[in-house]
């Protein structure tokens, strides 16, 4: 799935720490995320798409690793993150 540009430089605006900050953890998991919403929408049409769901498996450890390396560095970016995205952990 290809996210629209719009949708990437929205995402990157409203979560980097300061200009030009595409890097961040926090970045990194809003766009994960955004990937993820879209697989998930594409799986649930496309059901016997496995290659596609094993791509979106790589994809949720991936935003997974990410996570516990923003916990480890500072807990209360975390969990505004965590809170912004509406995500469970």
Do not use: C, W
Request: hydrophobic letters at 30%.
């Amino acid at each position: 799935m290809i996210t629209l540009p719009d949708d990437k430089h929205q995402i990157i605006k409203k979560f980097s720490q300061h200009d030009g900050d595409t890097g961040s953890p926090e970045v990194q998991v809003a766009l994960l995320s955004h990937k993820i919403q879209k697989l998930s929408s594409h799986l649930d049409q496309n059901k016997k798409d496995n290659h596609s769901r094993r791509g979106l498996l790589k994809i949720i450890a991936k935003r997974r690793r990410i996570l516990g390396y923003l916990q480890k560095l500072d807990d209360k970016r975390y969990q505004d993150l965590i809170k912004t995205l509406d995500l469970k952990k």
